[in-house]
């Protein structure tokens, strides 16, 4: 009973302030406060800026901290991954030549680039925040990555202007980093979600990965023991026999060689009736034997561990604090875009504000009530909205 006079209180409550709002409204004694301002709801969908905590990382956060500059230096990444390519091309079919100036000038300006990249980040968050904070992982990477470039171009223009072709050849080792340019495309995956997902799933499956090799290959093992001795048992006491010695010893003659067989056999690297069939020779029981691995494996073993596989992924990719976040705020994007939306229906007077009148007159509408329906809203919760909206 308690519950329900508490329910029929703030029932009679609502009613009571829309119609004390209502009738202020109409005696021109309604206060501003009292109406939605559409501008300033879409504007509350823009980027957080708050990382930076100094006066130049505010001044620089408008910049950074944007899907634009995100977005910029993803294709920087991708246009240098292709600069890489195209070197690697030249030089191999170009071999002992210098590359081209063009490529060379051209590495030199993206290396500037990530270097910039670098600096403004840390002036936007702070040192301390960059190596500490938020994506720390990602930042020291980006550093390490273009730490090696500069090593790369300070080591060539000390073998190009100081030392001779042949001296110092172990300084040539640290050419060693151009290869490491590769692995910036790696910082993709920071700027695209879906691949963060993926990366992401593939680690958190590695523990079942580990397990699942551990059982396919005890499985693997055991068989190789039956078939190599079948093998051995063959060539030692029946050496007369009409068998093709050399095909059974190319696919069981030991127990390593059987191994591998039998692992090819169910990973596509080898067909198996082709060792099936050196087995014929043998005896029904072993080719029938042959035959329950490799249905045992495929049906069973195999497809139960790409079950245990994706249940890891899926469960792993629930539990990513960040990827739960991001779409916390994906969802909340999506409900402020469908009430700007909604609210610009109702300002009929494109005014920029909507009055008591025109949102009562808008939810009467049944495609608007729909939308609110659609988002969980209540009808009778609709004036507790408004109200809340412009506080």
Same mark, same amino acid.
């Given at each position: 009973?308690?519950?329900?006079?508490?329910?029929?209180?703030?029932?009679?409550?609502?009613?009571?302030?829309?119609?004390?709002?209502?009738?202020?409204?109409?005696?021109?004694?309604?206060?501003?406060?009292?109406?939605?301002?559409?501008?300033?709801?879409?504007?509350?969908?823009?980027? *957080? #800026?708050?990382?930076?905590?100094?006066?130049?990382?505010? !001044? @620089?956060?408008? /910049?950074? %901290?944007?899907?634009? &500059?995100?977005?910029?230096?993803?294709?920087?990444?991708?246009?240098?991954?292709?600069?890489?390519?195209?070197?690697?091309?030249?030089?191999?079919?170009?071999?002992?030549?210098?590359?081209?100036?063009?490529?060379?000038?051209?590495?030199?300006?993206?290396?500037?680039?990530?270097?910039?990249?670098?600096?403004?980040?840390?002036?936007?968050?702070?040192?301390?925040?960059?190596?500490?904070?938020?994506?720390?992982?990602?930042?020291?990477? *980006? #550093?390490?990555?273009?730490?090696?470039?500069?090593?790369? !171009? @300070?080591?060539? /223009?000390? %073998?190009?202007?100081? &030392?001779?072709?042949?001296?110092?050849?172990?300084?040539?080792?640290?050419?060693?980093?151009?290869?490491?340019?590769?692995?910036?495309?790696?910082?993709?995956?920071?700027?695209?979600?879906?691949?963060?997902?993926?990366?992401?799933?593939?680690?958190?499956?590695?523990?079942?990965?580990?397990?699942?090799?551990?059982?396919?290959?005890?499985?693997?093992?055991?068989?190789?023991?039956?078939?190599?001795?079948?093998?051995?048992?063959?060539?030692?006491?029946?050496?007369?026999?009409?068998?093709?010695?050399?095909? @059974?010893?190319?696919?069981?003659?030991?127990?390593?060689?059987?191994?591998?067989?039998?692992?090819?056999?169910?990973?596509?690297?080898?067909?198996?009736?082709?060792?099936?069939?050196?087995?014929?020779?043998?005896?029904?029981?072993?080719?029938?034997?042959?035959?329950?691995?490799?249905?045992?494996?495929?049906?069973?073993?195999?497809?139960?561990?790409?079950?245990?596989?994706?249940?890891?992924?899926?469960?792993?990719?629930?539990?990513?604090?960040?990827?739960?976040?991001?779409?916390?705020?994906?969802?909340?994007?999506?409900?402020?875009?469908?009430?700007?939306? @909604?609210?610009?229906?109702?300002?009929?007077?494109?005014?920029?504000?909507?009055?008591?009148?025109?949102?009562?007159?808008?939810?009467?509408?049944?495609?608007?009530?729909?939308?609110?329906?659609?988002?969980?809203?209540?009808?009778?919760?609709?004036?507790?909205?408004?109200?809340?909206?412009?506080?």
């Amino acid at each position: 009973n308690g519950a329900l006079a508490s329910m029929e209180a703030s029932r009679f409550s609502r009613q009571n302030s829309y119609e004390q709002a209502v009738a202020a409204e109409q005696s021109g004694n309604f206060k501003p406060r009292r109406s939605v301002k559409v501008r300033s709801l879409r504007s509350a969908g823009t980027r *957080d #800026l708050t990382a930076a905590n100094t006066r130049l990382g505010q !001044l @620089l956060a408008p /910049l950074v %901290l944007t899907w634009q &500059f995100e977005f910029f230096y993803a294709a920087l990444i991708l246009s240098h991954a292709g600069l890489l390519g195209a070197q690697i091309e030249w030089e191999a079919a170009h071999l002992g030549a210098s590359p081209p100036d063009a490529m060379v000038y051209t590495h030199l300006a993206f290396t500037f680039l990530f270097m910039i990249e670098i600096v403004l980040r840390m002036s936007t968050i702070g040192v301390t925040k960059f190596f500490t904070t938020g994506e720390y992982g990602w930042n020291i990477f *980006d #550093l390490l990555m273009v730490s090696l470039s500069v090593v790369e !171009l @300070l080591v060539d /223009l000390i %073998l190009q202007e100081n &030392f001779a072709s042949g001296t110092f050849r172990i300084l040539r080792i640290l050419r060693l980093a151009r290869s490491a340019r590769g692995l910036r495309i790696v910082r993709l995956i920071r700027f695209i979600r879906p691949l963060r997902i993926l990366v992401f799933s593939i680690g958190i499956t590695l523990k079942s990965l580990i397990w699942s090799v551990i059982l396919l290959l005890l499985i693997i093992y055991l068989f190789s023991i039956l078939f190599s001795d079948a093998y051995l048992t063959t060539m030692t006491m029946a050496p007369d026999q009409t068998v093709d010695a050399d095909e @059974l010893r190319n696919f069981f003659g030991s127990l390593q060689i059987s191994m591998f067989t039998l692992f090819a056999a169910i990973s596509g690297g080898l067909e198996w009736r082709h060792a099936m069939s050196s087995l014929n020779m043998v005896g029904w029981v072993w080719t029938s034997l042959f035959i329950l691995y490799i249905s045992f494996c495929c049906f069973a073993v195999l497809n139960v561990m790409t079950g245990v596989f994706c249940h890891s992924a899926i469960a792993g990719a629930e539990q990513d604090h960040e990827f739960m976040v991001q779409s916390m705020v994906g969802e909340q994007e999506r409900i402020r875009t469908v009430f700007c939306e @909604l609210f610009q229906m109702m300002d009929h007077d494109e005014s920029g504000m909507i009055t008591i009148k025109e949102f009562e007159h808008g939810f009467k509408v049944e495609s608007t009530r729909a939308w609110f329906e659609a988002l969980g809203i209540k009808a009778e919760d609709a004036w507790t909205i408004f109200r809340s909206l412009d506080r």
